[in-house]
Each structure stands twice: as C-alpha cells, then as structure tokens.
C-alpha cells in the first residue's frame, strides 16, 4: 500500500540554522509533491509544490528538493527564525489522475532562540 | 471571500446525534476538498467535488457520512448517528482548476459525547 513517512519527533534547531525535514513515500509514482505548515488550532497553509520532472524548487528561504529514485523530498529552511516553528507535512498527489492529495504526519520544527 | 470559511468553529454532539458541517469556499474555486484530522496525524482524504459534481468519494469511512456541494460552492458534510470515532478536526480545502496547492479553512472540531 502507498505509505509516506515523516520524522515523527520533533525537530529542534538554534535560530539562524538551516532546518532540514524528510519525507519519504514507498509505493508511489507521484506527479508532484506539496509542502504544507500547520500551526495549532489552524488548518494547513500551502508552502511549495514541486513536480516529478523538476529537480528543486525555491521560495525565498524555502528549499525543496523531488528525488523519485530514491523516492525522497527534502524541504529545508535557511537562516530559521522561532516564528517558523510549526509542524510541516507533505502531500502526494494520489496519482493515476485522481486530484486528493495524501499528507504525512508532519515533523514538528521548534526554532530556538 | 478572501479565504476558506468553515463554521461551527466546535460542535459537541451526542453519541447517535446528526452534525452537518459547512464550508464556504474561495470565490472561484472549482475544486472543493474535505479531509478528516485526528489528533497528531496528517490530514485524511474523504472527498472531493469539481464544482457540483462530487468526483472522489472513496474516503468516506462509512455510508453515515454524506456530502454535497449543490450550487458548486458552499458545501456540505453530514455525519448521521454520530460514533465516538467520529471525533477529530474536519477541515475542507479549496483550489483552483488545474494542479496547484489547497487553500485550507480552519477547519471544525467535533467531539463525539
């Protein structure tokens, strides 16, 4: 079955480092993959997509890279602040044309000060 | 309007209670999405409407829950004879035509009493 995997603990870094997350999904041939940061109480706010055919995408301080050999997305922050600490999921698309995405748990990013 | 607007914000009900949930999608917005989120996972997919149609509805969980977008806007997503296992943030996202990212609303928690 499709499955996409998160680091499940939390991620904790000094401000001003680069924070570095991992989604790895088995089972899939994704057409594109999505970030997302969730804040508590709040729902998901859209970061980045990234398609199959595109290497790495970048965002002001956002980075992410699309690896479908190794079935591997990183998603890297730079120069952190405490205000980016949220949990941060990503999203496949469920493929063969079908428009729902299927999210990660999320890895929670604590940005210390 | 200028985001998505989910309402109740909460809603308690009583084990074997009907809920009805609403979402008021972005003006425009083709495509409308309901996802289930049980505390410290991803969002789960349930359904999903290009503007009237209801195109997806494979994750539903059971034929108590329904789903309509009559007018392909505002939407609907009824839960009959409430369980327990009910009881999670339900939160509906929107787009546009085409492949991008979800705009999420905030989406409502219900508890199952």
């Known amino acids: 079955s499709q499955k996409i995997e998160q680091n499940s603990e939390a991620l904790n870094i000094q401000e001003g480092k680069t924070a570095t997350l991992t989604c790895n999904y088995t089972?899939?041939?994704?057409?594109?993959l999505q970030w997302y940061r969730q804040d508590p109480g709040r729902g998901p706010v859209f970061l980045l997509l990234?398609?199959?055919?595109?290497k790495e995408k970048r965002k002001e301080r956002l980075k992410v890279t699309f690896d479908t050999t190794l079935k591997q997305s990183l998603f890297h922050i730079t120069a952190s602040q405490p205000a980016d600490s949220a949990t941060y999921l990503c999203?496949?698309?469920?493929?063969?044309?079908?428009?729902?995405?299927?999210f990660g748990s999320g890895t929670r990013l604590q940005v210390q000060p | 309007g200028a985001g998505v607007s989910q309402s109740p914000r909460y809603k308690v009900a009583k084990r074997g209670q009907d809920v009805a949930l609403r979402c008021d999608p972005i003006?425009?917005?083709?495509?409308l999405f309901w996802y289930q989120q049980a505390l410290g996972q991803g969002p789960e997919f349930l359904t999903y409407?290009?503007?009237?149609?209801?195109?997806?509805k494979s994750g539903l969980p059971s034929d108590r829950f329904f789903a309509e977008r009559p007018e392909g806007s505002v939407s609907t997503l009824k839960i009959q004879r409430t369980q327990q296992e009910d009881s999670a943030v339900y939160l509906c996202?929107?787009?546009?035509?085409?492949?991008?990212?979800?705009?999420f609303g905030s989406g409502t928690r219900l508890t199952v009493v």
């Open positions: 089972n899939y041939s994704p057409a594109y």
């Open positions: 996202a929107s787009s546009p035509q085409g492949i991008d990212g979800y705009t």
């Open positions: 003006s425009g917005h083709v495509s």
């Open positions: 409407f290009q503007n009237e149609a209801q195109l997806d």
């Open positions: 990234i398609r199959e055919n595109e």
């Open positions: 999203a496949l698309d469920m493929g063969t044309g079908r428009r729902a995405l299927t």
